[in-house]
C-alpha cells in the first residue's frame, strides 16, 4: 500500500513562490508516474504537471514556464516549485502516484491572494 503526505503549502501573494513536497511509503515510487494535481472551489480537478520515471515532464498550459516538477527517487519524494503565483493558482493540491493504479495524498491548500 502506498501513502502519500504533502506539505509546502500556504499563503503567498500574487508573485510569490512557494514548494510544494509529497513523500512516498513503499517501494514502486522509482517506477511510477507521479504529480501534481489541484482543485479549485466549483471546479473540476484537473492536472497541473507529472513526471516519469524516467524524468519526462508534462505542464497544464497554464502554469507552464511559472511551475517546475521534479522528483528525488532515493528519498521518495516529488516536488513542485511554483513562481510567479497568480490568484488563480488558488486551489487544493493533491499528489498522485500511478502505478497501474491512482494514489492520492489528502492534499495542500495553496492560496494567492492578489
Known amino acids: 500500500q502506498v501513502q502519500l503526505v504533502e506539505s509546502g503549502g500556504g499563503l503567498v501573494q500574487a508573485g510569490g513562490s512557494l514548494r510544494l513536497s509529497c513523500a512516498a511509503s513503499?517501494?514502486?515510487?522509482?517506477?511510477?508516474?507521479v504529480g501534481w494535481y489541484r482543485q479549485a472551489p466549483g471546479k473540476q480537478r484537473e492536472l497541473v504537471a507529472d513526471?516519469?520515471?524516467?524524468?519526462?515532464?508534462n505542464y497544464a498550459d497554464s502554469v507552464k514556464g511559472r511551475f517546475t516538477i521534479s522528483r528525488d527517487n532515493a528519498k521518495n519524494t516529488v516536488y513542485l516549485q511554483m513562481n510567479n503565483l497568480k490568484p488563480e493558482d488558488t486551489a487544493v493540491y493533491y499528489c498522485?502516484?500511478?502505478?497501474?493504479?491512482?494514489?492520492w495524498g489528502q492534499g495542500t491548500q495553496v492560496t494567492v491572494s492578489s
Open positions: 498522485n502516484l500511478r502505478r497501474f493504479v491512482d494514489y
Open positions: 513503499g517501494n514502486i515510487f522509482s517506477v511510477a508516474v
Open positions: 513526471i516519469t520515471s524516467g524524468g519526462s515532464t
